[in-house]
């Protein structure tokens, strides 16, 4: 993927990228699970492919603009591993707070009355984790983790060819979805988490959606660049 060119571009990239992400993410929750009325497995499957659906578009529409990040726990990474300046980081992580929370606020506009009851396709921790929030961070730690290896892979090494960056990145959000949706709604970015909260106005575990993701994608970070990268060429 070629260099992130920050500026106006890169910050207008990741509101759009990060509103489209939350809205579409969070607007197949009341659609699959609300509206459609489908079996829990096949509105897992629509919920878990518009999510990596749509973070795929955004991949190879803005990914050579900003990056991609959309993520707040990514661009959190890719301060402490100094891959952007503070300034620029700064400007991400509003960025994307900002269009998480017109996301939430546009699906409860669209649908107020089969979204309400499900906060707004926010996440939650479910019964089968006992609605533990250790639990909770330690599931969203795992499937963030992945995601910022394949995120790492696309923007740092140059090694993944530009035509499979958006699969790699879609598919791995995808995957998370289907095996953490039923667990912790897998949100695996504190962003998608956020942007419902607020329009529902439902903070019970938001944490857990901020400590599990950031950890998980700095670890993911660490491990790609000082145990996978040959410090050599570096």
């Known amino acids: 993927m070629l260099a992130m060119k920050m500026g106006r571009q890169a910050y207008t ?16 929750v009341t659609v699959f699970g609300v509206i459609m009325g489908g079996a829990p497995a096949s509105s897992l499957v629509g919920i878990a492919f518009a999510h990596g659906i749509i ?28 891959k952007m300046d503070l300034d620029d980081g700064i400007a991400y992580l509003v960025a994307q707070i900002v269009a998480a929370t017109l996301a939430g606020w546009a699906h409860k506009l669209i649908l107020q009355g089969p ?11 479910s019964s089968a984790i006992g609605q533990s929030p250790i639990l909770g961070v330690v599931v969203e730690l795992i499937i963030t983790f992945f995601l910022m ?27 998370d979805i289907l095996i953490a949706g039923p ?7 504190p962003a998608r988490a ?8 439902a903070y019970q575990n938001l944490w857990v959606y ?8 700095l670890l993911a970070g660490f491990v790609y660049e000082h145990l996978l990268t040959d410090r050599r060429k570096k």
């Open 115 to 125: 979204g309400e009851p499900i906060d707004f396709g926010a996440v939650g921790l």
């Open 194 to 201: 956020l942007g419902p909260a607020i329009a529902a106005g």
């Open 55 to 82: 973070l795929m578009v955004m991949v190879y529409a803005i990914g050579y603009i900003s990056g991609c990040h959309i993520n707040p726990a990514i661009t959190i990474t890719a301060l402490a591993l100094r």
């Open 13 to 28: 990239a990741e509101f759009i990228g990060t509103f489209a992400l939350v809205f579409f993410g969070s607007v197949s």
């Open 210 to 217: 901020f400590v599990g993701p950031i950890i998980g994608a």
């Open 149 to 175: 290896f394949a995120v790492y892979a696309v923007l740092y090494t140059g090694k993944v060819p530009a035509g499979a960056s958006g699969v790699l990145i879609g598919m791995t959000l995808t995957a």
């Open 183 to 189: 667990l912790t709604g897998g949100a695996a970015n």
